[in-house]
C-alpha cells in the first residue's frame, strides 16, 4: 500500500486504468436495484452508456454440420477468428449439428481458440445439436440468467438428430433468442422442412422464467416474436431446385461473387419470399460458392454414387424488426451473477499456454539449427 499526500482528484489516475467511482456513486446506488427510473441499476443508462455508447453490440454467428465425426481440426481460427475481421465480437454462437461425439471436449478447444477474453456463458444440447455462448469476460455481468429449450422433428422423438435447441437471455435488458437447427434433408422434401419450422417455432419453449419483453407483440404460437432479437442458423438442408449438372453447368459459367444465378433455384430463398418460412427473418447476401457437399477434407463436390448437387444448405437469418434502441433492465430480471464454467475456462487457458510454448520451442529450436555445406 501507498499513502501520500496526494489529492483524491490526482489519484483516480495514478494507481487505476479503471474508470474511477465516485464516493457519491458508491453511497447511493444499489448496483442490483437502481433508482425507480434504473438510471443507477447495474444494467441502467450509465452502465449502458459506458460500455456501448453507440448502442451496438458485436455477435458473431458460427454453425457447422459435423457429420458426427470423431477427430477435430487442430485449430479453430479459421472457424472463430477470420483474419479478415478487424475486431473480436462481444458475442460468439457456435451452433452444431451432428456434433462430434465429445461435446465436453469441443467447449475446450472453443475456449482455448478464444482464449482468456472470453468465458462460456452457456451451452445446452439436444442429441446431436450443440448451441454454445461465450461472451467476453466483462461483460458477463450484464447478462440475465439464461434459458434453453429444445424441440424434436422427428416423428421417433428417441433418434434426436433432427429439430432444434435455442438459447435466450437478456442483456441490458434487450432479450436475445438463438435457435440452431437441422432439419429433414433430401432434395424434394421442401414441404417437410417447412413442417420443421411450424414445429420449432410453435413448440420452442420460451421465456420460461424471464420476462416477456414484447408483450404487446408476442404470441404463443411463435417463440420468435417473445424476443427482440433471434438468430436462427443451422442446417436448414434446403437445396437447388435444379440437377447436378445444370448446377456444374452455371458452376463454370460464374466464377465471380455474384452467385445470383444459383440463388435463382434456391429453395430457401424461394419460399421465403413466398412468405412460408422464417417470416419477418432476413439473410446476408451470399457470396460464396455452394458448401454442399463437398468429399471430406477437400474442395471437390461429391463424388460419392448418390452425386449430391451443389447446395446452399447451412443457414444463417436474423430476424428483421431490428431492435432500434437498447433498454436498461427492469427490475425484475434474474442476472447471471458473473457465473460461468469455471473449469472449462481453466482447461482451454492451460492448453493455449502448452499450445503457445510448443510453438516458441519449436521456433527456438529452428533458430538454432544451422546448415552446412561445402562445394
Not at 417463440?223 to 434446403?238: A, S
Not at 471430406?296 to 447451412?314: A, F, I
Amino acid at each position: 500500500m501507498v499513502l501520500d499526500n496526494t489529492s483524491v482528484n490526482s489519484m483516480k489516475s495514478t494507481f487505476s486504468v479503471l474508470n474511477p467511482i465516485r464516493p457519491r456513486d458508491v453511497r447511493n446506488r444499489s448496483f442490483l436495484e437502481g433508482s425507480v427510473l434504473g438510471s443507477g441499476a447495474l444494467l441502467g443508462a450509465e452502465e449502458l452508456d459506458r460500455y456501448f455508447p453507440e448502442r451496438r453490440v458485436g455477435i458473431y454467428i458460427a454453425t457447422w454440420n459435423m457429420h458426427g465425426e470423431k477427430g477435430l481440426p487442430n485449430n479453430l481460427d479459421d472457424l472463430l477468428l477470420p483474419t479478415d475481421s478487424e475486431f473480436a465480437q462481444d458475442f460468439y454462437i457456435i451452433g452444431v449439428q451432428e456434433g462430434c461425439p465429445d461435446r465436453r471436449e469441443w467447449e475446450i478447444r472453443l475456449q482455448e481458440t478464444l482464449g482468456p477474453y472470453y468465458v462460456m456463458l452457456y451451452a445446452a444440447s439436444h442429441g446431436v445439436l450443440y448451441l454454445t455462448v461465450f461472451v467476453r469476460r466483462d461483460l458477463i455481468w450484464f447478462c440475465s440468467e439464461v434459458e434453453h429449450a429444445t424441440v424434436t422433428t422427428r416423428i421417433m422423438s428417441q433418434i434426436k438428430t433432427k429439430g432444434a435447441v435455442g438459447i435466450g437471455f437478456t442483456f441490458f435488458g434487450t432479450s436475445f433468442l438463438f435457435i440452431t437447427s437441422h432439419f429433414t434433408s433430401g432434395d424434394s422434401r421442401v414441404y417437410e422442412r417447412i413442417l420443421d419450422y411450424n414445429k420449432i417455432v410453435e413448440a420452442l419453449a420460451l421465456p420460461k422464467v424471464l420476462p416477456d419483453t414484447n408483450p404487446y407483440r408476442s404470441t404463443s404460437s411463435d417463440v420468435t416474436t417473445r424476443f427482440d432479437e433471434v438468430f436462427w442458423f443451422g442446417d436448414f438442408n434446403f437445396r437447388l431446385s435444379k440437377d447436378r449438372v445444370e448446377v456444374e453447368a452455371l458452376l463454370n459459367q460464374n466464377q465471380g461473387v455474384d452467385m445470383g444465378p444459383l440463388l435463382h433455384h434456391d429453395q430457401l430463398s424461394k419460399e421465403m419470399k413466398d412468405g412460408s418460412i422464417f417470416k419477418g427473418f432476413q439473410e446476408a447476401l451470399i457470396q460464396f460458392l455452394p458448401t454442399y457437399k463437398f468429399d471430406v477434407g477437400c474442395d471437390v463436390y461429391d463424388t460419392t454414387s448418390k452425386q449430391r448437387t451443389p447446395s446452399y444448405t447451412v443457414r444463417v437469418t436474423v430476424s428483421d424488426t431490428l431492435c432500434h434502441s437498447y433498454k436498461q433492465a427492469s427490475l425484475n430480471v434474474l442476472f447471471h451473477s458473473g457465473q460461468f464454467d469455471r473449469s472449462l475456462y481453466l482447461e482451454g487457458i492451460r492448453r493455449r499456454i502448452t499450445r503457445e510454448l510448443k510453438k516458441r520451442e519449436a521456433t527456438k529450436d529452428q533458430g538454432s539449427s544451422t546448415i552446412c555445406s561445402i562445394s
